[in-house]
Structures are given as C-alpha cells and as structure tokens.
C-alpha cells in the first residue's frame, strides 16, 4: 500500500514538474516571439494561410465529392426507370409521357440538360438536350400505332426545322410504329436525320446506348451515317 501511495505522489509531481516545464517553455516562446515579432509573423501569416487554404480545399473537394455521388445516383435512378418498361407499355403511355419518356432515355445515355417542350406549335422539338459529346440533340416523338408509318410529309416538316429553327448537330425523328415509307427514309438519310423506328426504339428501350442507336438510320441494319 505504501509503495502504490508513493508512486502515485511520484506521478503527480511528475506531472507537475511537466506543467511547470510547458508553462515555462510557453512563456520563453512568447518572449521570443514578442522580442522577434518583426521576422516572426509573415511566418505566422504564410502557416495561417497554408492552414486556409487546405481547409477551403479539402471543403471543395468534399462538395465535388458529394455532387459527384449525387449525380451518379440521380442517373441510377434515371436508368432504373427508363429500363423498367417494355414496348407495350410505352404504348399504353400518352403522347405527353411518350415524350417525357424519350428525354428520360437521353439522360439515362448522359444526355444534359434534356428538356420536354410539352406544348403544341414546338416546331418539331419535343425534346431538346445535349449529347455527352456537347453536340445539340433535337428529338421529335411521335406515338403512332405499331402498323402506321412516318410519312415523306411528316419527315419533311421536321427537316424544315430540326436544324434552321433548332439548330440541331443531331436530330433524331423516334417513332412507336414499325416503318419509315420509302420517301421519307430516303428524306432522312440525304438531310441527316436519324430515324429511329420501333424495332430500334424497343433496343433502346432495351437498354442499348443512343450513341450506338445515332449510326444506324431506318432499318437498322442498312444504311450507316458515317461518325460525326
């Protein structure tokens, strides 16, 4: 018992003479700095700074990090629900969620700032967007029954907008029927449209990538558009 009472007296007057020692070395550094306060403290101002600026970094990098997860679990959610339908039922959807759906496909495929125009006299752009590429995507949607086909007429009105009214680097005419008429895929190719019917909508549906989809025009396995 004496020997465990004298030990913890030598603690404490160890720990003591420690506070003494700090106490005192403190009191020496501050006379130090004081006396040489002219050299001292751009040092100061530049460890300041550094500790600033590494704060301000890691807090940025923090926010990236954080926006970074955040998008990539918006685009997760974004394909989970552009693949959760099948064709029938994207025909079972209205013309309105039609086209809702289509600029969800664009962004699952990391499309940005894909818009719906969702009103009528939209000139042909149901929905605009930019590919990852940065080139302008002008899409038009039309919800027609699988046995209809794209007219030359219906084609013609969207080359007269796609690009003089749009601007578009791609335009891309999507249709829930099965055919271009003959006149109209003919149109598309010589003006630059990609026509994507319901075979190729249902891969894209699928899950296949819009940039695989851009090449292939009508039939999808005919005619290719040479690489932009």
């Not at 700090?22 to 501050?30: K, M, Y």
């Not at 500790?51 to 685009?75: C, Y």
């Not at 969702?118 to 990852?132: N, W």
């Given at each position: ?44 101002v ?12 890691w ?89 209809r ?80």
């Amino acid at each position: 018992m004496a020997a465990q009472r004298g030990r913890r007296r030598l603690k404490k007057r160890t720990r003591r003479q420690l506070q003494g020692w700090g106490a005192a070395a403190a009191l020496v550094a501050a006379g130090w700095v004081a006396l040489h306060w002219a050299a001292v403290w751009p040092a100061l101002v530049a460890v300041l700074a550094v500790i600033v600026l590494g704060v301000t970094g890691w807090a940025l990098w923090r926010a990236h990090r954080i926006a970074v997860d955040q998008d990539r679990q918006w685009r997760a959610q974004q394909e989970a629900q552009a693949r959760g339908l099948s064709m029938s039922e994207v025909d079972a959807l209205s013309w309105q969620d039609f086209e809702t759906y289509i600029a969800d496909l664009c962004r699952r495929d990391g499309c940005t700032k894909a818009v719906v125009s969702g009103k009528s006299g939209d000139l042909g752009a149901d929905v605009i967007g930019y590919l990852a590429d940065g080139r302008k995507l002008v899409v038009q949607c039309k919800r027609y029954a699988p046995h209809r086909s794209v007219s030359s007429q219906d084609m013609q009105k969207f080359v007269g907008t796609a690009r003089p009214e749009h601007g578009a680097d791609v335009a891309l005419y999507v249709t829930t029927c099965r055919t271009f008429t003959k006149a109209a895929l003919g149109l598309a190719l010589r003006q630059d449209i990609v026509a994507l019917h319901r075979d190729l909508l249902g891969s894209w549906v699928k899950g296949a990538r819009l940039e695989t989809l851009i090449p292939l025009n009508g039939s999808g396995g005919g005619p290719r558009r040479p690489p932009a």
